[in-house]
């Protein structure tokens, strides 16, 4: 018996950087070159395989605009992690990362995990932010750092991955708790197991 655990969680980062195509890149597989901006926020859920359990993440994508920034508590508060995204070929979505993670050390909940996903490597070309400086810092913080491209499918699933390997698992007594759905088996779900 395997145990479907909901885990909520929420994007942030600048508008621009490619938050909703990461979520889409996860969630269908899929690319859009004209995407257009989120408006207050969108929400897609996954299931994939982790361990003993199933990770259900319920993926709430928030919009980058500075005039929807006061809605982001909303998504943020009860969630299990947070993906904090920036470009990297634009040093300022990388200061904006910094503010996010501070708002989220300050309002957020207590345990929750922070990702830090440097999107757009696919463009390394024309990099402003060095992997090792964002490095460093998820190091100095204690966040997963991955760099991504939604568009070429670069790290998506690994991101998510990283994330389930850091919510600890269910002890056996907990099991019963309602958050949790018993499923006999997984050889009907496919997919790779993420742990």
């Not at 994007?11 to 989120?38: A, E, M, W, Y």
């Not at 699933?157 to 708790?177: A, D, Y």
Request: aromatic residues 6%; contains cysteine.
């Amino acid at each position: 018996m395997m145990a479907i655990r909901e885990l909520k969680v929420c994007l942030l980062g600048d508008t621009g950087v490619g938050k909703s195509s990461i979520v889409c890149r996860f969630v269908q597989d899929h690319f859009d070159h004209n995407i257009s901006p989120t408006i207050g926020a969108s929400f897609m859920t996954k299931t994939v395989p982790c361990g003993n359990e199933l990770h259900k993440f319920l993926i709430w994508d928030t919009a980058g605009q500075e005039r929807f920034h006061s809605l982001a508590p909303m998504y943020y508060r009860g969630s299990a992690a947070a993906v904090i995204v920036y470009d990297i070929t634009k040093q300022d979505s990388f200061h904006t990362l910094k503010k996010w993670v501070k708002e989220l050390k300050e309002h957020g909940p207590e345990r929750i995990v922070v990702a830090i996903a440097g999107n757009k490597c696919d463009l390394s070309d024309i990099r402003e932010v060095p992997l090792k400086d964002a490095k460093e810092y998820a190091e100095s913080i204690g966040a997963i750092v991955v760099e991504t491209s939604a568009k070429n499918a670069i790290n998506i699933e690994e991101l998510f991955q990283g994330i389930s390997r850091q919510i600890p698992p269910l002890e056996p007594h907990k099991n019963g708790n309602i958050d949790c759905i018993k499923v006999a088996n997984l050889s009907s779900q496919g997919g790779r197991r993420c742990c």
